[in-house]
């Protein structure tokens, strides 16, 4: 770890706007007197693509701005967690339900030195993903796809389909 040096890695903007983002992020963005208006229109200002009527919920934390795109009529529940590291897209008539976390952040574990390993996530029209779901980086969930509550996506889910988590079972009495 001594070595990693984040190679590869774009924050994307000047460490001030990095700074005031976390700042107005964390005393007015994810408060729950933040009226949703407001908080599309602080995220537009620190560069987010955001279409019409998007409901963006308190407690949503987005970890750059500038890297988030998201589509019309979407839903954005609150205690979801969208760690943009790199582009999240978020397409039109989508529902991120609650506590749900987008990651398109890793590390190489066979780097010395534990570099990066990080890719965009993609979530396409009329998707659903359940609550407390993780998409992981390199993900696309394809138009009309659904992610069940706690599943742990890991590869792209196609067009139409439905993933869940396992269902817990009776082991023993």
Not at 70 to 92: C, F, H, M, Q, R
Not at 112 to 132: H, L
């Amino acid at each position: 770890m001594a070595g990693f040096t984040g190679a590869g890695y774009d924050k994307g903007r000047p460490v001030h706007i990095q700074a005031l983002w976390l700042a107005v992020s964390g005393l007015v963005l994810t408060r729950w007197w933040c009226p949703g208006r407001v908080r599309v229109a602080i995220l537009r200002a620190f560069g987010a693509t955001i279409a019409d009527n998007v409901l963006i919920r308190h407690r949503v934390r987005i970890h750059w701005p500038w890297k988030l795109t998201v589509g019309a009529d979407t839903w954005i529940g609150e205690d979801t967690w969208i760690l943009n590291l790199e582009p999240v897209t978020i397409g039109s008539d989508v529902c991120i339900s609650q506590a749900v976390l987008l990651c398109t952040g890793s590390h190489d574990r066979r780097s010395p030195t534990f570099e990066f390993d990080n890719a965009p996530i993609v979530i396409e029209d009329g998707a659903w993903v359940a609550a407390r779901a993780t998409v992981l980086r390199g993900v696309t969930v394809g138009t009309d796809a659904v992610v069940g509550a706690t599943a742990l996506v890991t590869a792209d889910v196609p067009a139409g389909t439905t993933v869940l988590a396992p269902r817990a079972g009776e082991v023993g009495r």
